[in-house]
């Protein structure tokens, strides 16, 4: 392990305001480090200015020579006329030299013109081991399966490799400059929010990915599941400066807790000892017999170093959901349910229900139409087919995960304002306090706030509703930790029903009583939380892999064509005549590729007897290691033939 970043008594201003004070923090070469804190803290900033994308004020910021640093910000997302493929192969440009210069290298070994001089001839072989080494070395024989492998990761396949990228969304160009960026490998990974336009599948490939990256991690992410996951050092930056801890983000929450309760339990105790001490001076100070030792404890006082009363959390939003009566039993009933974004649907025949009280999550992959179904529910948007109805006495509340209502001109006490004109302003600005709109920011106009602003007012706006059902689409979008975290303890005290979309798993978990899995073909109910949804999605694919075994087994295939066949029904003969037929054409497959191997092993044979070839050491290196690679799959073919024959 060597250090390859250090920052210590960093300082940032912008303008008079002071940003970032005293920041420490160090980076060692495998480390995984999140930095969190409140939104506005200065989390953003400390990272633009260690990618030196923004200056600091006074402080070192300290580098080893050589070290290389990749730098997601938030939403940054490719600009290019390149197709996808074309533009990650831009990151191994001098990997393709290197492949250049060795295919003209083994041009010049195989022209006879070079043969007759010896010299020049094993200068050129010198020369050819050296890139060849080269090559090897940075990765030039896997770099295209890196790119693939990447991309399959983010969700691009194969056909999207030609697209231009200037055609695409801009989730879709976010995710691809982070896949251009993981394939850069720097020493030193910065990630702000890369979490982002990713759904719960490529959360998971992104978390494996990482964990075994080579370089060190330093990320700002709101999702804790994937922090815990990840990473194991925490900085947090709280009041303009940092403090370390070490372990995950569970941990460091522990931590936190343990510390703020230690330094509480110190300083009362040390109150104590100041108060004991200035009731002794104050009654025996004038007493001739006790004065001196009066003086001995104003003395003690003077020196004595006084702590400073320990800071606790920060102010937070204080919220809570409520509603005006209860809704019948039967909240929600859907069947045969097809929506779309034009005239093509993109699932159909979905079927759910929810019951009074319960808490529904939405979970399927970016595109299949949650969303869709929400604007749907709300009568945003028409049903392509099917039925759905509300029970009696449901009121609705919608949060819209674009915040689309908010961009009025307004100002933020009178977006709540205008909708509730009977209440008092003081009753207003008391709900917008419980939301941390306090003072002066009450008059800011409502299309200037930031994202995590304008969620917090349209959650002010939802509590103020009062309704019995909420519709939530990603309610935590743009909440940093702590609002999130608040946010769910309301929602789990809310004594009505929701159904919500997220990609907020460790949000899910806490909240899901059931998980309804979209898919282009129907929904599937799981009856738990997230992580029971994870379970029975891992026991349904080992499942389904034993059966798939055990259908190709040929012991299953003969037992169900030959042993039983007057005990069958006509689906089960029509499923063994199915697999025997399969069979038979893997075996006619395998029995094809070994002919043709075959001929090639033999062929290169031929080829290592001719004097031309056996004298060109690297001609017969190349036709060896060759044959050994027909050998070998030759043998795994053989294998499988043996299985089915």
């Not at 990618?51 to 402080?59: A, C, T």
């Not at 800071?311 to 809704?327: L, T």
């Not at 941390?436 to 969620?455: C, H, M, N, R, Y």
Request: glycine fraction near 6%; charge should be negative.
């Amino acid at each position: 392990m060597m250090i390859i970043l250090q920052v210590n008594q960093l300082t940032k201003y912008f303008g008079a305001d002071l940003i970032l004070s005293n920041i420490k923090l160090e980076v060692q070469s495998k480390d995984r480090i999140a930095l969190v804190g409140r939104n506005g803290a200065g989390k953003s900033t400390l990272l633009k200015i260690i990618s030196n994308q923004l200056s600091f004020d006074s402080g070192d910021l300290i580098k080893p020579k050589g070290v290389s640093i990749g730098y997601l910000a938030q939403d940054t997302g490719l600009q290019t006329e390149r197709s996808i493929w074309d533009e990650m192969l831009t990151v191994f440009t001098g990997l393709r030299e290197l492949e250049t210069q060795m295919r003209t290298l083994e041009a010049k070994m195989g022209d006879p013109a070079y043969f007759e001089d010896e010299t020049q001839y094993a200068r050129i072989l010198k020369e050819y081991d050296e890139v060849q080494e080269a090559f090897k070395q940075k990765g030039g024989f896997q770099y295209e399966a890196d790119i693939r492998s990447v991309l399959h990761g983010l969700r691009f396949s194969e056909y999207d490799y030609q697209t231009p990228i200037e055609t695409l969304s801009g989730g879709q160009r976010t995710r691809l400059a982070l896949a251009k960026l993981l394939l850069t490998k720097p020493d030193l990974l910065i990630l702000d929010e890369p979490t982002n336009h990713l759904d719960i599948d490529t959360l998971s490939w992104l978390e494996n990915y990482l964990q075994g990256y080579p370089g060190a991690l330093l990320i700002v992410s709101h999702d804790r599941y994937f922090l815990d996951k990840v990473v194991n050092i925490v900085y947090e930056i709280s009041r303009k400066q940092s403090a370390k801890f070490i372990g995950n983000y569970s941990k460091y929450l522990e931590q936190k807790a343990e510390q703020y309760e230690r330094d509480m339990k110190m300083f009362e105790k040390q109150q104590d000892e100041i108060a004991k001490l200035q009731d002794f001076v104050a009654k025996n100070l004038a007493r001739a017999s006790t004065t001196k030792r009066a003086q001995s404890r104003r003395k003690q006082l003077e020196k004595m170093e006084v702590m400073d009363r320990p800071k606790g959390d920060e102010k937070s939003a204080s919220i809570m959901f409520d509603i005006d009566r209860q809704s019948g039993n039967d909240v929600l009933k859907a069947r045969d349910l097809a929506v779309s974004y034009d005239t093509n649907p993109v699932f159909r025949q979905v079927d759910f229900s929810m019951s009074r009280g319960d808490s529904v999550a939405l979970v399927g992959p970016n595109g299949i139409g949650k969303s869709t179904l929400l604007k749907t529910l709300v009568g945003k948007l028409k049903p392509l087919e099917g039925t759905f109805s509300f029970g009696a006495n449901v009121s609705i509340s919608y949060y819209d995960q674009q915040q689309a209502d908010l961009t009025s001109n307004k100002s933020v006490l009178a977006e709540l304002w205008d909708e509730y004109p009977q209440k008092m302003e003081k009753e207003i600005r008391t709900v917008l306090g419980n939301f941390l709109f306090s003072g002066d920011d009450v008059l800011k106009p409502v299309s200037t706030l930031s994202g995590g602003e304008k969620a917090r007012l349209a959650l002010s706006k939802l509590m103020m509703e009062r309704s019995n059902v909420l519709i939530l689409d990603e309610p935590t979008n743009h909440l940093d930790l702590d609002s999130k975290e608040i946010l769910e303890n309301a929602l789990i005290d809310y004594p009505g029903t929701i159904l919500f979309v997220s990609h907020d798993r460790y949000f899910i978990n806490r909240l899901a009583t059931k998980v309804y899995e979209l898919s282009t073909d129907g929904a599937t109910e799981y009856l738990g939380d997230y992580d029971y949804y994870v379970e029975k999605k891992e026991e349904a694919l080992e499942l389904e892999r034993l059966e798939a075994e055990t259908a190709t087994s040929k012991k299953v295939t003969s037992a169900a064509v030959n042993d039983a066949p007057e005990k069958m029904s006509y689906e089960q003969e029509k499923e063994a005549k199915r697999l025997e037929r399969q069979r038979k054409r893997r075996v006619e497959e395998i029995e094809k590729e070994m002919e043709e191997l075959e001929q090639k092993i033999e062929h290169n044979e031929s080829e290592l007897c001719l004097p031309e070839v056996y004298q060109d050491h690297e001609k017969v290196l190349e036709l060896n290691t060759a044959n050994e690679a027909f050998q070998e799959r030759l043998l795994e073919l053989m294998e499988e033939w043996e299985e089915l024959v």
